[in-house]
């Protein structure tokens, strides 16, 4: 409200109605509502993305391994030997730049040798941590 000099008082009538503000907050969450499943989906094909690279990225350290030493780490000796040497003639590591990487969902990643399904195989079972599943609970690995 204004006041003018002879005191008489004049309604303001700028701004926003109560019920202008409700259309709108409605409005945006109808639009929140549709963006934010797709922007979650993009997030979960991301992450399986980066575990078949990561997948990929180790393959590559352990043929290295192979190339030194003639063989694959066994299983008991794990992907750690391609940063520390388990006592193995050859070995001229360490095979990758950092760490061994978790899985995208901060698991460590499975490592046998001899594999099921050739000389080694290296998996993740996705986001739900169990074997089997669809979509971003599928299993990433090795041999596919």
């Known amino acids: ?3 003018k000099k002879d005191n008489s008082i004049v309604k303001n009538k700028k701004g926003f109605t109560l019920v202008e503000l409700i259309v709108v907050m409605v409005i945006l969450g109808m639009l ?3 963006v934010f499943p797709k922007f979650i989906s993009k997030v979960g094909k991301g992450k399986v993305s980066a575990a078949k690279t990561q997948i990929e990225l180790l393959g590559q350290a352990l043929d290295q391994f192979r190339m030194e030493t003639g063989r694959y780490p066994t299983t008991q000796e794990g992907l750690n030997a391609l940063q ?3 006592g193995v003639n050859g070995w001229d590591g360490p095979y990758l730049k950092k760490g061994i990487p ?3 969902w901060g698991r460590p990643y499975h490592y046998e040798s001899p594999g099921q399904h050739g ?3 290296l998996y993740s079972y996705g986001a739900d ?3 089997g599943g669809e979509g ?3 299993d990433i690995n090795s041999w596919e």
């Open 1 to 3: 409200m204004i006041q």
């Open 129 to 131: 941590g169990n074997p």
């Open 32 to 34: 929140a509502a549709l």
């Open 119 to 121: 000389d080694y195989d």
């Open 136 to 138: 971003e609970n599928q």
């Open 102 to 104: 978790n899985d995208p």
């Open 84 to 86: 520390v040497n388990p």
